[in-house]
């Protein structure tokens, strides 16, 4: 009943309608503007009818008693039926507008407010579709791989909306009739559809559909495998998943382009997801190196780095951080494209670098990790967070206390809070129970070995505790703090107090003959060049982000030639104004 | 190949005939002898063809691997200890479906990881102990490596020392010898950071010296730095200047430069 239903379950129409419901103008005009005819800018109309209670609603030319929300089918369907042609503004619109968005403008015609929806065509996926292939039909025409880069982020804003019948029909639109790829396709769709009941309007086979265009682009081909894979994957058929994605993937082998790099790189990523969701993923390990090695022949930069991540990703998915490195380490590493194969390059590399001990590295690449990552990705963000807890306990730091009461990870990260609180102490005991009572926690986070690793943490902070508290102190009460329990107990708290003091962990020098432990004075840090090099660094820091912020700059191409064209136009006034100016002169001069 | 298993399997007979009375000679002959018997079954890695004898195959070739790296203990010999541990890891990793378990593998997997803490590889140790399952923790074998690299990190090197004594395997005693030394270079290296001298007699107790001269020459060779007399030895530390009195001109003038050149960019 409400409008937001009625808009095809989204609920983004939201904020527009309380900006009508005060203006209570009578009548409000909903246009649909552009998108579906270029007869018209305006299409169709649908009245809204303020309801009783201050609400607005849709009455689509029928009467307000009437179930409000059919008003909405009723447009998609006509919409569906008419001839699509596409305006231009609106490919020009996904280009640059946030996936999902919805742009309106509100203008007055006359005492009725009208609304110019220019994404309406987001609430109806056939139309959405339509326009995404018209993206990456001008992205292979321009040769921009950007756009091909848009056209998978509004495809992955609709992903939940698609269903069967919208997918059929987009592949028989989009795709030759008779068609290999078509003919391959759509039978993985028509067994979903068979199971999928509650289809809202199934396609008639007869559609007045425009006759596909006989030659399709190769990016176009992918798109529809790509559409249809996530689609199967939505519907959790990994087995049917798994045999169109090897299909997909032969396929897409076939080409050498340029433009194809982006859907392909999502393939891939599809095609290795479907194997992990079944379960096997190590079958598909040669295939990738085959791929990657492909790839790099090939000089695509995306496909590389998708695929090295995939390869990362399935090596440590059974713990082979030997192999993971190898290949790491052996690959020529090429220019992050793509912000999320970054952010994962960084967590797999973080990890690696953990279990091979290097934890200033590994620190910041996770953390690195988890700031470049989009905040809608939390369970990624979570997993980042937990290693680099655990690593900067590793390292001898204390997470803040923000880090583990970031929205929607609390809960996720109460063990490792717990942890370490533990290692804050410098508690064992606590340390001991935290451990043992978390360990399925743990061991399903695979970090269980690591948490064994940190034990020695766990005394080396006890032990700065005691030194920073007191000036001297017996072995014996050392022991005893540390909570040795062994026959040897003393001896053992005067090895580990040398091991701290080589490794740098406390300033105190050991008196055998007596056993006890002395500390030394901190001198005065400002009286080092510490703060001056902490500043420095940080000063580097700002600098660095500047300089690559004004990289990431795009210009718009042929932006500087305008200027050149005043230039010259500047000229020819300036030649214009000196005749005149001699003009006058020499009229000066006839008077005399 | 029914025939040349057999063969194999005969010539093995030999070699763990030799290998029981010690004659370490003979088995090193005949291991060659073998490796050169094992490359001509397709069912090995890394091809891991179906064969008939497939089975069979894979076992005779991870038993000879595993008395090879015991025979290699026995010989003292690091290099030929990694090759063969090389050899029968796809054993353990890539066959799991096709043979069982077999019964070593854990000691064997322990040993590698005492290697590992004995050439000081942590690195290396750690990346091993990942690919175990969590039940392998518990077999003794290796939680007898793992409690030792941890008694190493925390620096309780009584532990480490004392664990010698309870060895879950014979062949254990190789490494452990070998880490003792480790142990004694690591203790040397903390001893002379956290004191300032020891008496010659606590010197000797702390690394494990039965004689003022072994320890005279463990200083000499090592550590020259180090000084005895008057019965004690002083640790000679290079005292380091904690505060800098000077300006360091230099650096700070590159670094102004550098904001300014920075700063003029972004004006």
């Known amino acids: ?207 007045s559909q425009p006759p596909a265009k006989q030659n399709i682009l190769p990016e176009v081909e992918i798109y529809a495998y790509l559409l249809t894979l996530i689609f199967l994957i939505d519907q959790k058929q990994y087995e049917a998943a798994k045999t169109l994605s090897v299909l997909a993937v032969k396929r897409v082998q076939n080409f050498n382009r340029r433009t194809l790099d982006v859907l392909a790189a999502r393939l891939y990523f599809y095609f290795s997801y479907s194997f992990e969701l079944a379960g096997c993923l190590s079958e598909i390990r040669s295939s990738l190196l085959a791929l990657h090695r492909t790839a790099t022949l090939r000089h695509d930069e995306l496909g590389q780095e998708t695929l090295l991540n995939l390869l990362l990703r399935n ?41 091979q001990l290097e934890y200033t590295d590994a620190k910041e690449c996770l953390l690195q990790a988890a700031r470049k990552a989009p905040s809608t990705a939390r369970g990624f963000r979570i997993q980042c967070n937990k290693w680099a807890v655990i690593v900067r306990l590793l390292l001898g730091e204390i997470p803040e206390r ?128 510490e703060p001056q090099t902490a500043f420095h660094s940080r000063i580097a820091f700002c600098l660095n982000t500047y300089n690559e912020a004004v990289k990431a700059l795009r210009f718009p191409p042929d932006a500087h030639k305008k200027e050149l064209e005043s230039a010259e136009k500047r000229r020819e006034r300036q030649q214009q104004e000196q005749e005149l100016a001699k003009h006058i002169a020499e009229e000066d001069d006839d008077e005399f | 190949m029914e025939a040349k298993l057999a063969d194999a399997t005969r010539l093995f007979q030999k070699f763990k005939a030799a290998f029981q009375q010690n ?66 890891k796809p054993f353990y990793t890539d066959t799991r479906g096709l043979i069982p378990q077999s019964q070593e593998e854990y000691s064997i997997l322990g040993l590698n990881l005492l290697r590992l803490l004995v050439q000081n590889r942590i690195a290396e140790f750690h990346t091993e102990l990942e690919l175990l399952p969590s039940e392998a923790h518990e077999h003794p074998c290796i939680k007898h490596a793992v409690e030792l690299e941890q008694s190493f990190m925390e620096g309780a090197y009584n532990r480490v020392l004392s664990a010698r004594q309870a060895v879950p395997h014979e062949t254990y005693v190789y490494f452990m010898d070998l880490l003792a030394k480790t142990v004694r270079d690591e203790i040397a290296g903390c001893s002379e950071k956290a004191y300032d001298f020891l008496t010659v007699a606590d010197a000797k107790k702390i690394l494990m010296f039965s004689t003022d001269r072994e320890l005279q020459e463990y200083a000499t060779e ?6 005895i007399r008057n019965g004690c030895v002083y640790f000679q530390k290079v005292k380091d200047s904690a505060t800098c009195k000077e300006i360091p001109s230099l650096q700070l003038i590159n670094q102004t430069l550098g904001y300014a050149t920075e700063l003029e960019r972004i004006v």
């Open chain 2, 23 to 88: 004659d370490l000679e003979t088995c090193s002959n005949l291991l060659s002898q073998l490796k050169v018997k094992l490359t001509e079954f397709p069912a090995l890695p890394p091809l891991y063809k179906q064969t008939p004898t497939a089975i069979q195959e894979l076992l005779l070739a991870m038993d000879i691997f595993e008395h090879a790296i015991v025979l290699s203990v026995k010989m003292e010999d690091q290099d030929a200890f990694e090759r063969h541990f090389l050899q029968v």
């Open chain 1, 1 to 207: 009943m409400t409008s937001s239903k009625a808009l095809g379950g989204s609920s983004r129409f939201d904020p527009d309608m309380r900006l009508l419901d005060t203006k209570r103008s009578g009548r409000v005009v909903w246009t649909i503007n552009g998108s579906i005819s270029s007869e018209s800018n305006v299409v169709i109309f649908v009245e809204r009818v303020p309801t009783k209670d201050g609400r607005v609603g849709f009455s689509d030319n029928c009467s307000e008693d009437e179930e409000n929300s059919k008003g909405l089918v009723k447009i998609e369907e006509s919409i569906s039926g008419c001839s699509m042609a596409i305006n231009p503004d609106e490919i020009e619109r996904l280009e640059y507008d946030e996936p999902g968005s919805v742009g309106a403008t509100t203008s007055m015609v006359g005492s009725t407010s009208v609304i110019h929806v220019s994404a309406f065509a987001v609430c109806v996926p056939r139309i959405y579709l339509k326009t995404l292939v018209a993206l990456i039909e001008k992205g292979v025409s321009t040769k921009e791989m950007r756009l091909m880069v848009r056209v998978m982020r509004h495809t992955m804003a609709i992903r939940r909306q698609l269903n069967a019948s919208i997918l059929t029909s987009f592949l028989q639109q989009s795709l030759p009739a008779g068609s290999e790829p078509l003919s391959r396709l759509v039978p993985y769709l028509s067994q979903e559809e068979e199971k999928d009941m509650d289809i809202d309007a199934p396609s008639p086979p007869g559609q």
């Open chain 1, 315 to 355: 090596y440590l998915a059974y713990n082979l951080y030997d192999q993971a490195e190898k290949l790491r380490s052996k690959t020529q590493r090429v220019e992050a494209h793509s912000n999320q194969q970054l952010c994962r390059y960084l967590y797999y590399l973080g990890r690696i670098r953990t279990i």
């Open chain 2, 222 to 227: 090592e550590h020259p730095d180090w000084e």
């Open chain 1, 402 to 529: 923000t880090t583990f009461m970031q929205q929607g990870m609390q809960k996720a990260l109460r063990p490792y809070f717990e942890l370490t609180n533990a290692v804050r102490i410098g508690d064992l005991e606590l340390f001991r129970s935290v451990a043992e009572n978390k360990a399925s926690t743990f061991s399903a986070d695979k970090t269980q070995n690591l948490i064994v690793r940190l034990r020695h943490n766990v005394i080396r902070t006890g032990l700065r505790n005691i030194s920073i508290s007191y000036s001297r102190i017996s072995l014996a009460d050392v022991a005893a703090k540390l909570h040795l329990q062994s026959a040897t107990a003393v001896a053992d708290a005067e090895s580990i107090v040398t091991k701290a003091i080589r490794d740098g962990g406390i300033d105190a020098t050991v008196d055998h003959a007596n056993g006890w432990m002395q500390s030394k004075e901190t001198g005065d840090i400002y009286s080092t060049q």
